[in-house]
Nanobody, 123 residues
Framework: QVQLVESGGGSVQAGRSLRLSCAVS????????MAWFRQAPGKEREGVAQ????????YYADSVKGRFAISQDNAKNMVYLQMNSLKVEDTAMYFC????????????????WGQGTQVTVSS
């Protein structure tokens, strides 16, 4: 049974940092694409960052490029999202997702999802 469990969300002021974690179990981790998506109230779920675990290639949405960093710890089956210089518009529920093969930033392409962790950024 595949499980993705996010943690690390919280409430912070703009300009501060948070690190989200995603614990992966029951899934062939290597060779998969692991991703972070987010969904703000009333908005579509959007891809934030992806990492192709086989070679560590990373991809970012333009809105977070230079501020967020996705990383992996293969030994621990963990994926992280380091979020720096947070903005009010980063407020959303953040989800970890997994799919086999190459990365995509489309939610429809992902087979497995976590329950999400809330990030709230205040001014």
């Amino acid at each position: 049974q595949v499980q993705l469990v996010e943690s690390g969300g919280g409430s912070v002021q703009a300009g501060r940092s948070l690190r989200l974690s995603c614990a992966v179990s029951g899934y062939t981790y290597n060779g998969a694409c692991m991703a972070w998506f987010r969904q703000a109230p009333g908005k579509e779920r959007e891809g934030v960052a992806q990492i192709y675990t086989y070679i560590g290639s990373t991809y970012y949405a333009d809105s977070v490029k230079g501020r967020f960093a996705i990383s992996q710890d293969n030994a621990k089956n963990m994926v992280y999202l380091q979020m720096n210089s947070l903005k009010v518009e980063d407020t959303a529920m953040y989800f970890c997702a997994a799919r086999g093969g190459y990365c995509s930033n489309l939610k429809k392409d992902y087979n497995y999802w976590g329950q999400g962790t809330q990030v709230t950024v205040s001014s």
